[in-house]
T-cell receptor, first 113, second 112 residues
Framework: AAGVIQSPRHLIKEKRETATLKCYPI?????VYWYQQGPGQDPQFLISFYEKMQSDKGSIPDRFSAQQFSDYHSELNMSSLELGDSALYFC????????????FGQGTRLTVV | QKEVEQNSGPLSVPEGAIASLNCTYSDRVSQSFFWYRQYSGKSPELIMS????GDKEDGRFTAQLNKASQYVSLLIRDSQPSDSATYLC????????????FGAGTQVVVTP
C-alpha cells in the first residue's frame, strides 16, 4: 500500500540557511500534518492543512511557513535556520471526517551546523 | 499540564508477560484515540485506534477507552523483545481534526 513520502530523508544545512521539506500524502488523503521531534522528545505539532487551507497551527516559529498544493502535497519552508531546529520532521496524512487515522512518513532528519 | 499525559517509563516487562500502558487526556471533547509505536529514530507507526468506550482487541494488543474518566490504555499480551519501543498516545478533537495531540510516550523494554 502507498505510504506517506517525505523528501529528502536527510538534510544538512548551515545556520541562517533555508530548507524546504516535502511531503506527499497517501492517495485520497486530503489532510496533512507536520510535526517536529527533538531527541528524546514527543512529536510537537507544527501545522496542518485540509483541502489546501491551513486547518490548525501549533508551535511553528515565524521563520517557518508551509502550504498545501492542488495535488495535496505539502512543503515546509524553514528560513534563518538555527542550531535548535535540528530535529526529525515528520509529515502525516489522513482523510478528513469522523474517526480518521493519521499515518506518518519516514521523516526528514534536519541537521543544522 | 499537558493535554495528553503518559508515564514516561521505562516500563520493564518480562518476555511473555503483559505490558500495561496508560494515558489520560484533559480535553473532554476529544473523540478519537490512538496508540502509535515508535522505534528510536523511526517514524510513529499506528497500531490501534479506538473511538467508543470499552475494549478493542487486535492480535496481541487491546485498547481500552473510558471517556468519563478521560482515560485510554493499551495492553500488550505475550510481550516480545520486538515490542521494545516507545508507545505514544494520541488524541484528536473531532471538532477540529487539524491536529493529533501526542503524549510524551512510554518506553517499554521487554527483557528475555
Amino acid at each position: 500500500a502507498a505510504g506517506v513520502i517525505q523528501s529528502p530523508r536527510h538534510l544538512i544545512k548551515e545556520k541562517r540557511e533555508t530548507a524546504t521539506l516535502k511531503c506527499y500524502p497517501i492517495p485520497r488523503h486530503d489532510t496533512v500534518y507536520w510535526y517536529q521531534q527533538g531527541p528524546g522528545q514527543d512529536p510537537q505539532f507544527l501545522i496542518s492543512f485540509y483541502e489546501k487551507m491551513q486547518s490548525d497551527k501549533g508551535s511553528i516559529p515565524d521563520r517557518f511557513s508551509a502550504q498545501q498544493f492542488s495535488d495535496y502535497h505539502s512543503e515546509l519552508n524553514m528560513s534563518s535556520l538555527e542550531l535548535g531546529d535540528s530535529a526529525l520532521y515528520f509529515c502525516a496524512s489522513s482523510r478528513s471526517g469522523l474517526n480518521t487515522e493519521a499515518f506518518f512518513g519516514q521523516g526528514t532528519r534536519l541537521t543544522v551546523v | 499540564q499537558k493535554e495528553v499525559e503518559q508515564n514516561s517509563g521505562p516500563l520493564s516487562v518480562p518476555e511473555g508477560a503483559i505490558a500495561s500502558l496508560n494515558c489520560t487526556y484533559s480535553d473532554r471533547v476529544s473523540q478519537s484515540f490512538f496508540w502509535y509505536r515508535q522505534y528510536s529514530g523511526k517514524s510513529p507507526e499506528l497500531i490501534m485506534s479506538i473511538y467508543s468506550n470499552g475494549d478493542k482487541e487486535d492480535g496481541r494488543f487491546t485498547a481500552q477507552l473510558n471517556k468519563a474518566s478521560q482515560y485510554v490504555s493499551l495492553l500488550i499480551r505475550d510481550s516480545q523483545p520486538s515490542d521494545s519501543a516507545t508507545y505514544l498516545c494520541a488524541v484528536n478533537r473531532q471538532a477540529s481534526w487539524g491536529k493529533f495531540q501526542f503524549g510524551a510516550g512510554t518506553q517499554v523494554v521487554v527483557t528475555p
